[in-house]
């Protein structure tokens, strides 16, 4: 009796997950993170492949996309929490107009290092179609999980990939 | 917004399901309406198991192989003199364990410096291929002292062509100033002569912005060209210095 009902449960608790999991992930994930190079918004060079070990979470984001100005405090929040436990946010402009993303990056106050990317390398590397987007890189380098856009909840999709990667 | 209707719609029909299985549970309380319902369960229960529990056994399961196999190994020199001596039935179960994971572990590492080894000798085919020694030629950067300037990006022209930016990090950096020498560029050129133009940027003295160039002009002849890029510091200038040195 009890087996049943612990199944039935499960069974009720999955089908959700399932229905969400039934979109087709990124073709990214799953593939090694290309490395890049950017400069910071505090004058410094960051590299990739220099945080290997570590779970990395890389937010693509611009000015003009709506949702960026909702996900940068949720991702502040998640940067103070899981800083101290190996996670390393980065936030990387893909604006042409540096000054403005700037100005932008200065208003949302984040608490993680902000790059810029002029360039349409990184976009054609990360295979960016549209902004925000999020992806998680493993300890080893690996994509793990992308995201694209971001909605009110989708900050406690990334905590449990967070946690599950951490706990890797 | 739309993955809502999706959570809510599954949701109902879980528990549509829950109500179904309850009921048949109720009708039918033999073993058989058990294991009729229970198929159904299984296949959605381990698909939404198996993501979350492959990436998290791997690692779990690892950690417990290497404690066997160090357990294993570690009784071995003591337990392997007394086994003979007992003469039990029990005690050679655990020495061909470990003498499994002996060889198993031998035959990994000998698999992987097999992948090394590969990797080096395909290392070097694809660089005699790409770059052959009569176009090639190779550009290194070097750094000593540094006391005034910081590097951040070095930019690469050969012939008034951009063959090359990058960006150094704090690490490569300090890497530099510590002995190291980057290979920042590999290519190839035809015979002739060539000029080659470096652009250095950073801090200089004073926290200051800093940039500078450095030209040289060179013969590309039938074998590979070395230059390199030297960064040093001029102390009674009290300025950095960028020259390119040419290694015949």
Known sequence: MHRLLLAAGLLACALPVAGVR?????????????????????????????????????NFWARWASDSRQEMPALNRINRTYERAGLVVLGISVDEDLRRAREFADAMKPTYPVMFDTGSQLGHDYQLEKMPMTILVDRSGVIR????????????????HIRQLLRE | MVSRPLHVRSAALGAVLLLAAIAALAAEPSPAGASAAAPPAAPAAAQAATPAATPGATPGATPAADSAAVAGKAPTPAGAPSAPAAGGDATPAPESGSGEFKTLDQEVQGLKKDVIDLNKDLFVLEEELLF???????????????????????TVKIDNKEVKNYLYTAREADALLKGGV???????????????????????????????????????GVGAKYLELKITDKVPKHQPEFTIKDWE
Do not use: W
């Not at chain 1, 992308?146 to 449990?160: E, P, Q």
């Not at chain 2, 550009?139 to 951040?152: H, K, N, P, Q």
């Not at chain 2, 050129?189 to 060179?218: C, D, M, Q, S, W």
């Open chain 2, 132 to 154: 052959p020694a009569n176009t090639q030629v190779a550009v290194y950067v070097s750094m000593d002292v540094g006391t005034f300037f910081a590097l951040d990006s070095v």
């Open chain 2, 182 to 220: 980057q290979q920042i560029y590999l290519g190839n050129l035809k015979v002739g002569k060539h000029e080659l133009v470096a652009f250095f940027t950073g801090k200089g003295p004073v926290e200051r912005n800093y940039r500078r160039g450095a030209t040289i002009n060179f013969e590309k």
């Open chain 1, 145 to 160: 999980y992308a995201h694209v856009g971001f909605k009110r909840g989708d900050d406690r999709i990334f905590l449990d």
């Open chain 1, 22 to 58: 039934a979109a087709s992930p990124p073709p990214i994930v799953g593939k090694d993170a290309p490395d890049f190079v950017l400069k910071a918004i505090d004058g410094t060079n960051l590299r990739l492949s220099e945080f290997r070990g570590q779970v990395v979470l890389v």
